[in-house]
């Protein structure tokens, strides 16, 4: 049971963590701090699973576990949920969400841009505004918006696992 574990528990978090980015795109709040900040949110949220999953372990194993056994619970997790992660944010973002900010950008973006340069006491053109458009439009990508992801995942779930094994290892060899 100890290698299902890791499996099922990135699983229950992806599962929650798809609805939640789902709950907050369809609930229009993707432009909200809620939305601006759900990939932070959800990354936070893989803490407690990982602690969680680790002291499930340790309690499985008779009270004792090894760091390293505690790091590769947790890292398999991790590696599991980022890839199932990463997949749906790719495929999400090129059915609904790549159109999304497209439309936001051409809507919101010559307001944002000309507030911006008053702020600052610049002078912009709508020729300016325009390629500021354009150009911001070609920039995105699936690839670019689920690697950045992918990347932040990974870091922050790899320090969690080291973090977690270090304080939850106990035995003889931990």
Do not use: W
């Amino acid at each position: 049971m100890l290698k299902q574990k890791p499996f099922l528990f990135a699983l229950i978090y992806c599962v929650l963590v798809v609805a939640f980015k789902l709950f907050v795109f369809n609930s229009g709040m993707q432009m909200t701090k809620l939305g601006m900040y759900s990939h932070i949110l959800s990354l936070l949220f893989m803490s407690p699973f990982i602690l969680l999953l680790v002291f499930l372990a340790r309690k499985e194993r008779g009270g004792e576990i090894e760091g390293k056994v505690a790091l590769i619970q947790g890292l398999t997790f991790v590696l599991i949920a980022t890839i199932v992660l990463s997949i749906f944010n790719y495929v999400f973002f090129q059915q609904a969400l790549g159109d999304y900010i497209v439309n936001y950008i051409q809507t919101e973006g010559p307001k944002s841009i000309l507030e911006e340069a008053a702020k600052k006491g610049k002078t912009v053109t709508q020729a300016d505004v325009d390629k500021m458009i354009k150009g911001g439009i070609e920039d995105l990508s699936a690839f670019k918006d689920t690697t950045s992801k992918l990347f932040s995942m990974l870091v922050f779930g790899i320090f969690s696992s080291f973090v977690v094994s270090i304080f939850l290892k106990r035995g003889a060899n931990a």
